[in-house]
């Protein structure tokens, strides 16, 4: 893959680094191709590029420039060969599942996960009889509890790290070196760290998943999803599950990515700075019990973290002391509401800062039991720090807290 930059420093990959730009008019932006179709010069050369005997578009659903800039883009910055974009971070898992793993075959992975994914694992593969072996965090980082539920039948190894919504880090390279042993790929969701914080494919996985909503995207402004992998994993996706299933990505939502992307390097720095300000203040403060941010010395995955990723990112969750009790669920959702600055919202990696309640809203598709194993409280909060002033997210929860 060639690039329009020589330089392999991630800052300057993030603005420059695409392969070719379909323009005849010097755009320094790349403009839209917001086209659902292509046209021939005949019926010749559509059969041939149909058939594969020449290089060209034919159907926005197959291909498109504008797509296909994004799809360069995030290859060259996770180092993977290929690429493809879908329509949301959910088709981007599902794409990569439905593909490679068939009825009475199964999956390993963790139950730490975003509750969409958990959602689809625990529910509809089990209803095309694709089963899935989950590990609780506490145990995902040690190889003697990861092996025994491999099998003939196991076809992908599925982890996300760090992990929605309790930021558990799990060890890419013990999980990479396992799925090597038993030639079994490895899937990382890196929808949290981004690629400028964590390169999975370089410490050994085979398949990186983004829910481009977040920060890639950055602005709140899209749905999107990415699959980063070898050419032979990317061809299977496309050719078994995207291009007939369908969940292709919009030119348009395409084109705001790559804008958001450019900003990534400086974005990242900032959220994470950030965030690891609001934790250390949320550590010390009197009412909170347990605060979850991996950049912390007291975060059990700070040691892998820090080996892991360049920094920490910008998502933190916390327990508050009053969530110990049987009103766990009322004192989490007080606190909520009483915020000013930040917003009320799922998602996460936008400018805004965003506040949510893991167990009624981005995972309420867990029962009480299942968020037991998973290490999700009751009371759990999550916050996605934006790029406001830190101070002001401090005074807003400071004010929130007081009324707790
Ligand atoms: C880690 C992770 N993966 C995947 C998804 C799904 O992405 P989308 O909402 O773009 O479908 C999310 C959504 O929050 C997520 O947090």
Not at 34 to 46: G, L, N, P, V, Y
Not at 77 to 89: F, I, P, Q, R, W
Not at 163 to 171: F, K, Q, S
Not at 316 to 334: R, T, W
């Amino acid at each position: 893959m060639t690039t329009t930059s020589n330089s392999s420093r991630e800052e300057t990959l993030i603005v420059h680094g695409m392969t070719k730009c379909h323009t005849t008019s010097n755009d320094l932006v790349p403009p839209i191709h917001m086209t659902s179709t292509f046209k021939f010069k005949d019926q010749a050369q559509a059969q041939a590029i149909f058939g594969g005997t020449e290089e060209g578009y034919l159907y926005t659903r197959i291909s498109n420039p504008t797509v296909d800039l994004l799809q360069d883009k995030i290859a060259i910055l996770e180092g993977a060969k290929d690429a493809v974009a879908t329509s949301s971070g959910m088709a981007a898992v599902a794409s990569t599942v439905m593909a490679l793993v068939k009825p009475n075959e199964n999956i390993v992975s963790c139950n730490a996960i975003y509750g969409g994914t958990f959602a689809l694992f625990n529910t509809h593969l089990k209803h095309l009889n694709i089963g899935v072996r989950f590990l609780p965090p506490l145990l995902s980082n040690d190889k003697n509890n990861i092996i025994p539920l491999i099998d003939d039948n196991t076809r992908l190894l599925y982890i996300e790290t760090p992990a929605n919504p309790t930021l558990d880090i799990i060890d890419i390279k013990l999980w990479a070196d396992i799925a090597k042993q038993h030639n079994i790929p490895l899937a990382v969701d890196n929808t949290f760290a981004s690629p400028y914080l964590q390169k999975p494919i370089l410490l050994g996985a085979d398949i990186v998943i983004h829910s481009t909503t977040k920060y890639l995207g950055g602005h709140g402004d899209i749905i999107g999803g990415i699959i980063a992998s070898d050419s032979d994993i990317i061809s299977k996706i496309n050719e078994d599950y995207v291009h007939h299933f369908g969940p292709c990505m919009s030119p348009f939502n395409a084109w705001l990515i790559l804008r958001g992307i450019k900003t990534l390097a400086v974005r990242m720095e900032r959220h994470s700075r950030s965030a690891l300000q609001i934790a250390q203040w949320l550590e010390k403060h009197p009412k909170v019990e347990h605060v979850y941010y991996p950049g912390l010395k007291s975060h059990s995955g700070h040691t892998i973290a820090s080996k892991q990723m360049k920094n920490f990112s910008g998502v933190i969750s916390f327990e508050l002391k009053a969530c110990m009790d049987k009103n766990a669920m009322e004192v989490g959702k007080k606190l909520i509401n009483g915020v000013k600055l930040c917003t009320i919202a799922v998602s996460l990696g936008d400018c805004e800062t965003l506040i949510q309640h893991p167990a009624s809203m981005t995972h309420a598709t867990y029962s009480e039991e299942e968020l037991k194993k998973a290490g999700i409280a009751q009371g759990l909060i999550r916050l996605s720090v934006g790029l406001e002033h830190p101070d002001d997210i401090i005074e807003d929860l400071e004010q929130s807290l007081s009324a707790v």
